[in-house]
């Protein structure tokens, strides 16, 4: 991809500083890191770096005097570049781009299409993702539905930016949950054969438990009854598990995430896997036994304790079964491990923390995100859930009444680690309200301009063959700017995992572009003001398809033939931006509202 302007003016920067090395004029040893951003002003320039600051203390001057020699610099190498540089305090450089510039950044996405903003700074490496991994024991709820959003999210930007990504899903298919869940499908499976039976207090009480015991009562009959309640409780707990483990690659599905591995817990237990990591903890001195119990010393690598993991008795405890499981993991050969939990995993990451660092790696092989919880909200009061009680909405019904694009947005509009609010009647509305339906609706928007132009034999060109000298309005070069930004959202959003990075921008040029639409006519004929749909000038965020009074206002106007290709070349960037960015986050980019 052609360097864009942040990318010059960082160069810009460097040449400058190798400049005044080679003069003499300022004693700089080594060249720092040269980061530049926009300012928090616009006035201020289109660039801002600090790079006078972090010099400073190596040339013995004052970050302005640095800043000074700098300015001075850029404006004597670079005028072709630069209109203005200016120098702020304590030592800031802030730049500022001739207009005419920012028009490559238009060029750039049209030469790329859907892969501009791709890149390759992930070189290849490979990363395993394990993301959802809810147990076996009931159907995804909203906050499973979060995880999946933000898993998918992550991997689909990290792919964008050249990493190997490997989805995966842990299937918690063995210890107390799958115990519990074979007493209760077996209690409610001998009342529905007619039988009495004590259901467990600590049980699952949901429907849906009813609703797995008639399916097996259906392919079991009464036989499960001939056999010892130890027995039958496990088979029932084989058969739902597999049941419910069914339903939730169905909704997963539907939602547009996939998995390329299911990896199942029992398979540790049964390949003799953790034991064979136990073993390698003994024998690097990281197990010691006290008291007839086996404790993995994991405060050596920073856990605030030693933990069991196997007890008196023999049987392993689930942090054994963990560290075989990350042990299995970077056997694979994975250059990092992400894993996706609730918050309420917080204490257990210095655990596997001090895991991947007993087998000889890195800590940092292994990154943690949290997700916080979800409260469901319906036209803003609370719906209650309560998992253990059965009384949850599922993540199939969630879908069902607000569909998978309004669920996923929803899902990555804020950080991981906060609480996040859904509410399902926001998520339906069709209006400026609606988050999703805003960023959509400029897609569409722009699609229906395109379709009304063609019907009106106006021809859509390509940006190098328009005047881009008339692109001047600050709105418009606010939207270059805008555009010019969306490849490093998407490698921040990626390097740091964080998807909501993308989403706040989105909206933000959604915000732009549906401004600059309602105020500046792009196509010459009147013929189709006020009509909704494929009007060149609706505006239904705010009128329900009737003409605004601006909108009524601007059909007068006569605009040139060069204006509106030069518009429509620059929309037409926009368009493909807001494309590139929805698909990324699974998200549905329609030509029709």
Not at 93 to 110: D, G, S
Not at 281 to 288: N, S
Request: aromatic content about 8%; some cysteine; charged content about 20%.
């Amino acid at each position: 991809m052609e360097a864009l302007l942040q990318n010059q003016v960082i160069e810009a920067i460097s040449v400058a500083l190798g400049k005044v090395k080679e003069s003499g004029e300022l004693s700089i040893a080594t060249i720092p890191s040269i980061f530049v951003e926009p300012p928090k002003r616009p006035e201020w320039g289109d660039f801002s770096s600090n790079v006078a600051m972090t010099l400073a203390s190596q040339v013995r001057q004052s970050p302005l005097k640095v800043a000074g020699v700098l300015a001075t610099g850029l404006r004597a190498q670079f005028p072709e570049l630069f209109v203005r540089v200016d120098v702020a305090p304590p030592g800031f450089l802030n730049l500022t781009l001739h207009p005419i510039r920012w028009m490559q950044v238009l060029q750039t996405i049209q030469d790329n299409g859907s892969s501009f903003g791709v890149s390759s700074i992930g070189k290849g490496k490979r990363i395993l993702l394990e993301f959802v991994s809810a147990n076996p024991t009931g159907p995804l709820h909203v906050g499973h539905g979060r995880g999946a959003a933000l898993g998918q999210a992550i991997a689909t930007l990290l792919e964008a930016v050249g990493f190997t990504v490997s989805r995966e899903y842990y299937i918690n298919d063995a210890g107390r949950q799958l115990q519990l869940l074979g007493r209760s499908v077996y209690a409610r499976y001998r009342e529905h054969c007619g039988e009495s039976s004590t259901f467990p207090e600590d049980g699952y009480h949901g429907d849906y438990i009813k609703t797995v015991a008639e399916s097996v009562a259906r392919t079991h009959g009464r036989a499960l009854l001939d056999s010892p309640s130890d027995v039958a409780e496990t088979r029932c707990a084989q058969l739902a598990s597999q049941i419910l483990l069914d339903r939730i690659k169905e909704d997963l599905v539907t939602f547009g995430v996939d998995f390329e591995t299911w990896f199942s817990e029992t398979s540790l237990h049964s390949k003799g896997l953790i034991q064979q990591a136990l073993d390698e903890l003994r024998q690097k001195g990281l197990l010691t036994q006290e008291e007839g119990a086996w404790w993995f010393r994991s405060s050596q690598f920073g856990d605030e304790k030693d933990r069991v993991v196997q007890k008196q008795d023999g049987s392993y405890t689930y942090l054994a079964a963990d560290i075989a499981y990350h042990r299995q993991k970077l056997e694979r050969g994975f250059d990092t491990l992400i894993n996706i939990w609730g918050a309420d995993h917080h204490g257990y990451i210095p655990r596997m923390e001090a895991t991947v660092q007993a087998f000889g790696y890195a800590k940092e092989t292994l990154r943690i995100v949290l997700v916080q919880m979800v409260s469901l909200l319906r036209g803003g009061e609370k719906v209650e859930m309560s998992k253990r009680a059965g009384e949850f909405v599922t993540l199939r019904e969630v879908l069902e009444e607000v569909g998978s694009d309004a669920a996923k947005f929803f899902f990555l509009m804020r950080r991981a680690d906060t609480h996040l609010d859904f509410d399902l009647e926001l998520a339906k509305q069709q209006s400026s309200d609606n988050p999703v339906y805003y960023v959509q609706y400029a897609h569409a928007r722009l699609a229906s301009l395109f379709r009304v132009a063609q019907e009106r034999q106006v021809n859509l060109p390509a940006i190098q063959d328009v005047e881009q000298t008339l692109l001047v309005q600050d709105e418009e070069l606010g939207l270059i700017k805008t555009l010019s930004q969306y490849p490093f959202v998407v490698e921040v959003s990626a390097t740091a995992l964080e998807p909501h990075r993308l989403t706040f921008y989105l909206q933000e040029l959604a915000a732009q572009l549906h401004a600059y639409y309602n105020k500046n006519r792009v196509l010459p004929s009147v013929e189709s003001v006020g009509k909704t749909g494929d009007a060149g000038r609706s505006n239904e965020l705010e009128s329900n398809g009737k003409a605004s009074e601006l909108e009524q206002e601007h059909a007068y106007e006569c605009i040139q033939p060069a204006l509106t290709a030069a518009r429509l070349a620059l929309l037409r960037q926009v368009q493909t931006v807001i494309c590139n960015g929805l698909t990324l986050l699974g998200i549905s980019a329609p030509e029709k509202m």
